[in-house]
């Protein structure tokens, strides 16, 4: 079969290269789809240009997946060959970026009346908006909830869920476009220009100098430094970005007691843990999706020979929603 590989770690105008690899052959948990659509997310790009852990070359990114069944392994259940599922191949594998990817069954859902594109937008961001909401941070109706980046892959599908779930949503953006998504289309109840606007000032006013009780972090570094300025005193922020805590930082969360988790969906592909859950979780956001709860925000739609070019627009930043990728064969 073809893939659309990266050679080894480095800009993507340099490493993408479209090979012939060895044809996939299931283990007893694995489907076999015939790709249909995939798109690029930050994790792509981090892995692309950088080798946070060891990689063996050529290497297939992609990983959100809208497929056709084509083969299953022994032990698959609830799936048959001709089946249109969508999924989120684990990163600790080979992606996407293919005529066919290898999915463990257990994390895919049928794809129901999705269209192809809004089915390869929704595996990784919502799953990992869904888990950080409300197995990280427990969120409920009532809550109050700041949202990063509100306009990004994760964050354009976090405020859609937190808002179905009751909750009060401050988001933030700097773009007119972002703003004006965020609150036109998204409804979040305050949402932030984080250019031109004092962040902490902003949310202690609209929380009565109480704070922020829940915090998803989308941004990373400089923004997660500054959600310690705004936290509750016993509050939690769940952070989706590799960020690390100095002692001064440290102790700043041990003096007000806040909760500190991490939200990495990939993370379950190299144990096998709670592989069910994922499964369970993308079934719901199908169903959502089909009653119009959640409306998946495809930018732009680029093809597999383009993928140098799509990760290179994500790397400019200010993606809205997501940039899906079409496999044609």
């Known amino acids: 079969m073809k893939a659309n590989v990266i050679t080894a770690h480095g800009p993507a105008a340099e490493v993408f290269a479209l090979q012939q690899v060895g044809d996939l052959v299931p283990t007893p948990n694995d489907l076999i789809l015939k790709v249909l659509t995939t798109s690029v997310n930050p994790l792509d790009c981090r892995i692309r240009s950088k080798a946070s852990v060891p990689r063996n070359f050529p290497l297939t990114l992609g990983f959100d997946v809208c497929g056709m069944v084509v083969e299953k392994g022994r032990d698959v259940t609830g799936f048959e060959i001709g089946d249109r599922v969508i999924g989120s191949p684990t990163p600790f594998r080979n ?83 972002s703003l004006e998504y965020c609150t036109h289309e998204l409804g979040a109840d305050h949402v932030l220009n984080y250019r031109e606007t004092d962040i902490a000032a902003a949310i202690m006013d609209i929380t009565d100098g109480q704070g922020a009780g829940l915090i998803m972090d989308n941004a990373g570094t400089e923004c997660f430094a500054r959600c310690l300025d705004y936290a509750a005193h016993s509050g939690h922020i769940c952070t989706i970005l590799p ?16 909760t500190l988790s991490y939200q990495f969906m990939g993370g379950v592909g190299s144990t096998g843990d709670q592989v069910n859950r994922q499964g369970q979780v993308l079934q719901k956001l199908v169903e959502m999706a089909e009653r119009g709860q959640l409306r998946p925000h495809v930018s732009k739609i680029y093809d597999w020979h383009d993928l140098a070019h799509a990760h290179e627009e994500m790397e400019r930043g200010h993606v809205t929603g997501k940039l899906v990728v079409r496999i044609t064969n």
């Open 95 to 177: 992606g996407a970026n293919a005529e066919y990817v290898a999915i463990d069954y257990r994390s895919c859902a049928r794809a129901g009346r999705l269209a192809d594109e809004a089915g390869a937008a929704i595996p990784l961001v919502g799953i990992t908006a869904y888990e950080a909401l409300f197995d990280r941070l427990r969120a409920r109706r009532g809550d109050w909830v700041v949202i990063h980046a509100g306009a990004g892959g994760v964050g354009h599908l976090a405020i859609q869920l937190a808002k179905n779930a009751g909750c009060k949503v401050i988001t933030t953006a700097s773009r007119r476009e």
């Open 243 to 258: 960020v690390a805590v100095d002692e001064q930082q440290g102790y700043r969360l041990l003096l007000k007691n806040i």
